[in-house]
């Protein structure tokens, strides 16, 4: 008997690779801008790509969008409004679809913010990361703390009414007044959605290279929970490690990954993850990841690599996932979208739900991380790895 036969949502990933200058944290895959952005070429590529991929996906509709990057907000308003008519063009968008765009306070003229409204999209995201002008520095950020709440009032004056900020936490030399002074700039600042985590030094970056002074542990640790009294406080509710909403004002595209829905992904690096009830498979695409190649490949093809998951991998990628958010999962949920038994579950979180760490609530049939489990997440995820 089949097993994935109600397909989850559908989400739109779009990747801009291009920034003004490449940040000595970010692993992300961008490149700095040495010429002019090729911008026509590259949407009508965007809009090819998607054609390209529109077989794995007949019949359904797309619930959310996400411009990612990069920096999208390099790209004017008329060239993601072309782009946004031709994906609807070409797929069914849901009316009240979610669409974000990733803005860089550096890079946004008031005009380009009106247009982007203009156009169709209802979520900004800035990345801000901090409103300390000495640590912006060392964060290699071209935006100051001026820029950063101007944008936002712009935002707000563009008729925004979805905010999100980016705001990084354990910073190079950063103390806990500093952290709160962050955290009080963004709250002031009333965005619907923040988006709180710790800065990490991952593999291939500058601080890599060179790492910069961090917070110990014992000072992460105090500065993160000073931020969450700090934001409950204001009345953002925790609903994942590092997001925080008002109102109800969730990520949908966001929580569409965390709940193992499937999205399409164009662009250069850009990944995908498509459920097929027909094969009852669940695969991992992914396209050229240079915008040369990108733009070179997008007549033919761009997938560059595929992989198909296997029962291991469906079951840790939920789970990885899942034990992220605040209210969990439901049993049926894990079913439907892995297609794989509860069993599996049993056996993997048997150990943790003795140690106390994840709770199964055998009424409401969900599965979540304790209190306990939140406070040693990383070692619950990490006790989930396939053998």
Same mark, same amino acid.
């Given at each position: 008997?089949?097993?994935?036969?109600?397909?989850?949502?559908?989400?739109?990933?779009?990747?801009?690779?291009?920034?003004?200058?490449?940040?000595?944290?970010?692993?992300?895959?961008?490149?700095?801008?040495?010429?002019?952005?090729?911008?026509?070429?590259?949407?009508?590529?965007?809009?090819?790509?998607?054609?390209?991929?529109?077989?794995?996906?007949?019949?359904?509709?797309?619930?959310?969008?996400?411009?990612?990057?990069?920096?999208?907000?390099?790209?004017?308003?008329?060239?993601?409004?072309?782009?946004?008519?031709?994906?609807?063009?070409?797929?069914?968008?849901?009316?009240?679809?979610?669409?974000?765009?990733?803005?860089?306070?550096?890079?946004?003229?008031?005009?380009?913010?009106?247009?982007? %409204?203009?156009?169709?999209?209802?979520?900004?995201?800035?990345?801000?990361?901090?409103?300390?002008?000495?640590?912006?520095?060392?964060?290699?950020?071209?935006?100051?703390?001026?820029?950063?709440?101007?944008?936002?009032?712009?935002?707000?004056?563009?008729?925004?009414?979805?905010?999100?900020?980016?705001?990084?936490?354990?910073?190079?030399?950063?103390?806990?007044?500093?952290?709160?002074?962050?955290?009080?700039?963004?709250?002031?600042?009333?965005?619907?959605?923040?988006?709180?985590?710790?800065?990490?030094?991952?593999?291939?970056?500058?601080?890599?290279?060179?790492?910069?002074?961090?917070?110990?542990?014992?000072?992460?640790?105090?500065?993160?929970?000073?931020?969450?009294?700090?934001?409950?406080?204001?009345?953002? %509710?925790?609903?994942?490690?590092?997001?925080?909403?008002?109102?109800?004002?969730?990520?949908?595209?966001?929580?569409?990954?965390?709940?193992?829905?499937?999205?399409?992904?164009?662009?250069?690096?850009?990944?995908? %993850?498509?459920?097929?009830?027909?094969?009852?498979?669940?695969?991992?695409?992914?396209?050229?990841?240079?915008?040369?190649?990108?733009?070179?490949?997008?007549?033919?093809?761009?997938?560059?690599?595929?992989?198909?998951?296997?029962? %291991?991998?469906?079951?840790?990628?939920?789970?990885?996932?899942?034990?992220?958010?605040?209210?969990?999962?439901?049993?049926?949920?894990?079913?439907?979208?892995?297609?794989?038994?509860?069993?599996?579950?049993?056996?993997?979180?048997?150990?943790?739900?003795?140690?106390?760490?994840?709770?199964?609530?055998?009424?409401?049939?969900?599965?979540?991380?304790?209190?306990?489990?939140?406070?040693?997440?990383?070692?619950?995820?990490?006790?989930?790895?396939?053998?």
């Amino acid at each position: 008997m089949d097993k994935l036969t109600a397909l989850p949502p559908l989400s739109l990933y779009i990747h801009f690779p291009w920034c003004i200058q490449k940040c000595p944290y970010c692993d992300f895959n961008s490149h700095e801008i040495k010429t002019a952005i090729p911008e026509d070429k590259y949407i009508n590529a965007l809009l090819k790509d998607l054609e390209n991929d529109l077989p794995l996906v007949w019949g359904r509709k797309i619930n959310t969008i996400f411009m990612g990057g990069g920096t999208p907000s390099l790209f004017s308003p008329d060239a993601l409004d072309t782009l946004l008519s031709g994906i609807r063009a070409r797929i069914p968008v849901s009316p009240n679809a979610e669409i974000t765009i990733e803005a860089n306070p550096g890079t946004v003229e008031n005009e380009y913010i009106s247009g982007f %409204k203009e156009v169709g999209i209802n979520r900004i995201s800035f990345g801000v990361q901090s409103f300390d002008n000495e640590i912006l520095k060392k964060l290699g950020r071209i935006h100051n703390a001026d820029s950063a709440r101007q944008a936002v009032a712009k935002a707000k004056q563009a008729g925004f009414e979805r905010i999100n900020i980016d705001l990084m936490f354990s910073l190079p030399g950063q103390t806990l007044e500093q952290a709160k002074f962050d955290l009080e700039s963004a709250i002031s600042l009333k965005p619907t959605h923040l988006s709180y985590y710790q800065l990490t030094i991952e593999p291939n970056t500058a601080f890599h290279h060179s790492p910069p002074a961090l917070p110990n542990d014992d000072a992460s640790w105090e500065i993160a929970e000073q931020g969450k009294t700090m934001l409950s406080a204001a009345g953002f %509710k925790q609903y994942e490690v590092s997001a925080y909403a008002t109102n109800k004002d969730e990520c949908r595209h966001n929580t569409n990954y965390w709940l193992f829905g499937d999205y399409l992904g164009i662009g250069a690096g850009a990944h995908a %993850k498509i459920t097929d009830g027909s094969q009852q498979s669940i695969t991992r695409y992914w396209k050229h990841k240079h915008p040369k190649e990108y733009l070179s490949a997008v007549s033919s093809s761009v997938i560059y690599g595929k992989q198909q998951l296997g029962d %291991k991998e469906r079951l840790f990628e939920f789970l990885m996932n899942g034990l992220r958010l605040n209210n969990g999962f439901a049993t049926e949920m894990f079913y439907q979208r892995t297609g794989l038994s509860v069993d599996a579950l049993k056996n993997q979180l048997s150990t943790l739900i003795n140690e106390g760490l994840i709770e199964w609530n055998q009424t409401t049939k969900i599965i979540q991380a304790t209190t306990k489990g939140k406070l040693f997440l990383n070692d619950v995820l990490e006790r989930c790895l396939p053998d």
